[in-house]
């Protein structure tokens, strides 16, 4: 089972499935639009298990490295009204989080770690893209079974708008939902380079959900669109983490 991000850190869930991309033509693309800048590319779309901190290492780190992280998410975190959230992940909030896993059960076998890695890296990001945990703020669970089936598909109704230009996501569904706080889907946007550039540029960015029962907007304050601006921007080899 694949955990999601401790509640403190804004959810937790069980996450199944992966993008069916061509491999080729993602490799293609990053090349082509990679701004044209000789070895530059995009951040990593994989996990990789050395980069993990597991028992006494992470246990020294860990009360800096929660902190770090609630940070994090707090500032690629956006409501939509008061009843959806969604949390624009990245390599640092999936590497937080699968620590945090691996600490909760305490794993520290190299392949049981590296099988870890291998599940929570189906959330990365696609290269170029954004991707997102979308949760219902539901604290009781009865309720909970009532909103969704009341919202029945509202994962996709949601789309990002970027100077006025629209992203609707592609949503991986995460099964059963049956814990407080856990993702109700897992979302993918895959932007042009026009749309990276007028959001890496500070262009006006919205967040929309359009469904029939629940309709809400938000403009993405100047923190959370520069937070999560950092993943649309190709790095120098040897910069990521």
């Known amino acids: 089972m ?3 991000p401790n509640p403190e850190c804004g959810g937790r869930g069980a996450a199944q499935g992966s993008d069916a991309g061509d491999g080729a033509e993602r490799g293609s693309r990053g090349r082509d639009e990679a701004g044209g800048a000789p070895g530059r590319r995009w951040r990593s779309v994989t996990l990789d298990p050395r980069d993990l901190r597991v028992g006494a290492s992470y246990e020294s780190a860990r009360g800096e490295a929660r902190a770090a992280a609630v940070e994090l998410r707090r500032r690629r975190r956006v409501d939509l009204g008061d009843l959806i959230s969604v949390v624009f992940e990245s390599r640092e909030t999936l590497a937080a989080a699968v620590e945090e896993s691996l600490r909760a059960e305490r794993v520290e076998d190299p392949e049981r770690v590296a099988g870890e890695a291998g599940r929570f890296g189906l959330l990365l990001p696609p290269e170029g893209g954004l991707a997102a945990s979308l949760f219902l703020e539901v604290s009781d669970a009865a309720e909970l079974a009532s909103v969704l089936a009341e919202l029945d598909g ?3 109704s949601v789309h990002l708008e970027i100077d006025g230009s629209g992203c609707a996501a592609t949503v991986l569904p995460l099964g059963a939902v049956t814990e407080e706080a856990a993702p109700v889907a897992y979302l993918r946007f895959a932007l042009t380079g026009s749309q990276r550039e ?7 960015v919205l967040l929309h959900v359009t469904h029939p029962r629940y309709a809400v907007s938000t403009e993405l304050s100047d923190e959370q669109r520069a937070a999560i601006a950092a993943d649309l921007v190709p790095v120098s080899p040897g910069r990521q983490r």
Do not use: M
Not at 198 to 204: L, P, T
């Open 2 to 4: 694949l955990r999601g």
């Open 154 to 156: 509202i994962a996709g």
């Open 198 to 204: 007028a959001w890496v540029e500070g262009a006006r």
